[in-house]
């Protein structure tokens, strides 16, 4: 059996942190996506001065969620300035960064979480 078949991750131990800039058009999608892992206690979007309806996507969502938290930054800050506001702002245990366009795919989630949670690391990569 592998790691992951052998280690029960536990429900909602999870923070997903997801930095967003000008992503009207996937971050439903992957909003959804991440949602839908059992592992995902709460998920902090940061849109970084979207010029889009990045926000507006998101505050709906976050209306009808209450998994999902949202902050905005006023002007842009980057990608590393998106991900520090997320990361002051988690309140769970183990916390992974998602892209908004999808770049990597919820379901592996628990490839990352299976040493941690087997008490084998304290943190892991991936990519």
């Known amino acids: 059996m592998s790691l992951i078949e052998t280690c029960k991750i536990p429900d909602g131990c999870l923070s997903v942190v997801m930095p967003a800039f000008n992503e009207e058009k996937t971050i439903e999608q992957v909003i959804a996506t991440v949602l839908a892992e059992a592992s995902v206690g709460e ?7 979207s010029l889009d309806g990045t926000a ?18 006023e002007k ?8 520090a506001t997320g990361f002051e702002q988690v309140s769970l245990p183990i916390v ?12 592996e989630y628990n490839k990352l979480l299976a040493p941690i949670c087997a008490g084998y690391a304290d943190v892991v990569f991936g990519s």
Request: no cysteine; net charge negative; glycine share 6%.
């Open 76 to 83: 842009n800050r980057g990608k590393g300035g998106a991900l």
């Open 43 to 49: 998920l902090v979007v940061v849109d970084d001065a």
């Open 96 to 107: 992974i960064i998602q892209d908004a366009d999808a770049e990597y795919d919820p379901a």
């Open 56 to 73: 507006q996507v998101v505050k709906r969502l976050a209306a009808a969620d209450s998994r999902i938290r949202f902050f905005q930054h």
